[in-house]
């Protein structure tokens, strides 16, 4: 595989988000964000640890710009935090958070690299939460002053958008589960969490447009392939429920303009849609986005199974408590997340066929591996590179086969804090050392670099 297999004008970049690399939590007025809060929950995070230094990017970014450079990608995702823009959510922008976003964007720009930001990358104002959070109507209308203010003040560095980050996760892992801020298990709510977020989509897409006339505006959902594990009418329902509660409860809303009716009807909340979900909002939820993005990890194999016991652990999938996910013995990153490329082509087809004319962008997928050094002193992050290469290819089908899809970001530039995981997981193409937040490109970095410059080398090991 070379790039030059590749459609000559295909964006390919790194991406990131704000609280998992940027540390400096206390500087320059920015506020808490629901992160802070819930890293602080005894249990909540794997090693116990919070992103107050992370990988202290806002003050090495310099550094960090400089090695996207080393790579040669055209595109750098990051995300703003919220809480520097309005500490509590409300009000004018502070200009220290504006400047940093700034210097930023301008400084990708002098190396050519072009920036996209996401407004939204689960960095929710602590003060915002105090007031109900995205189980409220409001948020949505702070979230689209926030977005005006923001697109006010860069929109002339960066014109590149995307509203929200997986919605999904902030709102399953988020309400239902509770593995995520806000940490709650309520799993009812989750999906009102989800038209608030999607709400807030659309009004921050209108402040978006009304702020410039070259905004480039799409938003950006995680979705899975899903298979049934056998053929019984169990697992083909099992299949289904979780393609609905994971795809198309947000691609339907975006794309379509309605919720699919099969998983409202699952998680037994038609009722509170009917009388909350207005024809206004979804109008507004489905305005004409300029591109979809989407992050694309895995697969999902699905069985009927049985009601979990009372006092199991709460489910991200409320209503289909008695579904099983299945191991198919595929090898798995350290995620445990099943390595299945094509499935990436499932996903972009699915996306498609609601909207032909759509630009797809897959903005996010990478893997998880464990670092060691080898006899030459280079970091071997095992078999991420192979990983890397088989999803550009998977990204090359997809375009061979007439898709429209634009771009790729790896996931992620650098290792960083891995949300629940802390720590304890690396996605970087980049080793960071957290000790002496020194940076090391790993192996698959090289290959990286060598594949941008249509230098490919024969070998990925
Ligand atoms: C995405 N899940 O998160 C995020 O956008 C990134 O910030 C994150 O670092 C990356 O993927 C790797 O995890 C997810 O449990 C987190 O299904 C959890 C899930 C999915 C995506």
């Not at 299945?326 to 445990?336: D, F, I, K, L, S």
Request: glycine residues 10%.
């Amino acid at each position: 595989m070379r790039r030059s297999d590749l459609p000559e004008d295909f964006v390919v970049g790194t991406a990131t988000a704000s609280y998992q690399i940027e540390g400096a939590t206390r500087e320059d007025g920015r506020g808490e964000s629901i992160w802070d809060t819930f890293a602080r929950v005894p249990g909540a995070i794997a090693d116990g640890s919070t992103g107050d230094v992370a990988d202290d990017h806002y003050h090495r970014w310099a550094e960090d710009v400089r090695l996207m450079s080393d790579l040669g990608v055209d595109a750098y995702r990051f995300s703003i935090a919220w809480p520097r823009i309005q500490p509590d959510g409300t009000g004018a922008p502070l200009k220290a958070g504006i400047d940093f976003y700034r210097r930023l964007a301008e400084g990708l720009r002098e190396r050519g690299i072009t920036p996209w930001a996401t407004l939204y990358h689960w960095d929710l104002p602590q003060a915002l939460e105090d007031r109900g959070g995205w189980l409220q109507r409001d948020t949505a209308m702070r979230f689209a002053d926030y977005a005006a203010q923001v697109a006010d003040r860069l929109g002339d560095v960066v014109t590149d958008w995307i509203t929200l980050n997986e919605p999904w996760c902030s709102a399953f892992l988020g309400y239902a589960s509770g593995h995520h801020a806000p940490g709650r298990t309520l799993g009812s709510t989750a999906s009102h969490a989800a038209h608030h977020l999607l709400l807030g989509h659309g009004h921050a897409l209108e402040a978006l447009r009304a702020s410039s006339s070259t905004a480039r505006v799409g938003t950006t959902l995680n979705l899975y392939s899903v298979q049934p594990a056998g053929d019984s009418d169990g697992d083909a329902d099992a299949a289904r429920r979780i393609d609905g509660l994971s795809n198309r409860l947000f691609l339907d809303p975006v794309l379509r303009g309605s919720y699919p009716a099969d998983v409202l009807d699952d998680l037994g909340e038609t009722a509170w849609f009917a009388e909350n979900a207005t024809d206004d909002d979804l109008r507004r939820i489905s305005a004409p986005i300029d591109f979809l993005g989407i992050n694309y990890y895995s697969r999902h194999t699905v069985a009927s199974g049985s009601t979990p016991a009372a006092g199991a652990p709460a489910s991200a999938y409320p209503g289909s408590e008695h579904v099983r996910f299945v191991r198919t013995g595929a090898p798995v990153t350290e995620m445990g997340w099943e390595i299945h490329p094509d499935g990436m082509v499932d996903v972009l087809r699915q996306a498609h066929e609601l909207a032909p004319e759509l630009p797809l962008y897959i903005t996010e997928n990478g893997a998880a591996y464990p670092d060691r050094v080898d006899e030459d002193g280079v970091i071997d992050d095992g078999a991420r590179t192979e990983y890397l290469e088989a999803h550009f290819e998977a990204a090359r089908d997809a375009v061979a086969e007439g898709l429209p899809l634009r771009g790729y970001f790896i996931w992620s530039l650098m290792d960083n804090w891995e949300w629940a995981w802390g720590y304890s997981r690396r996605f970087g193409l980049v080793h960071v050392d957290y000790r002496t937040q020194k940076r090391t490109p790993k192996r698959s970095a090289r290959w990286v670099a060598d594949f941008l410059r249509d230098a490919v080398p024969a070998s990925r090991g």
